[in-house]
């Protein structure tokens, strides 16, 4: 079972994604944390975390999806 993680970290990570594409890295989250300090107005660590780390997985899920699409044509 995975993580249940609020809409609002959910919402908040997805805008980021859609607006800064080339901000974010797939595999290192203590950059993608940096980055989500600068560009969003998060109230607390905990919660830049959270977006933080929903990013990093998001990105690694498409990164996976991608290399299993490309094998498979």
Known sequence: ????????IKRIAKELI???PDKFVASDFQHNKEKVAEL????????RNRIAGYITRIL???KT?????????
């Open 40 to 47: 969003a107005d998060s109230d607390s660590k905990v919660m």
């Open 60 to 62: 690694a899920t498409q």
């Open 1 to 8: 079972m995975g993580n249940i993680r609020p809409t609002y």
């Open 18 to 20: 859609n607006m800064y």
């Open 65 to 73: 999806q991608k290399k299993e699409y490309n094998y498979e044509t």
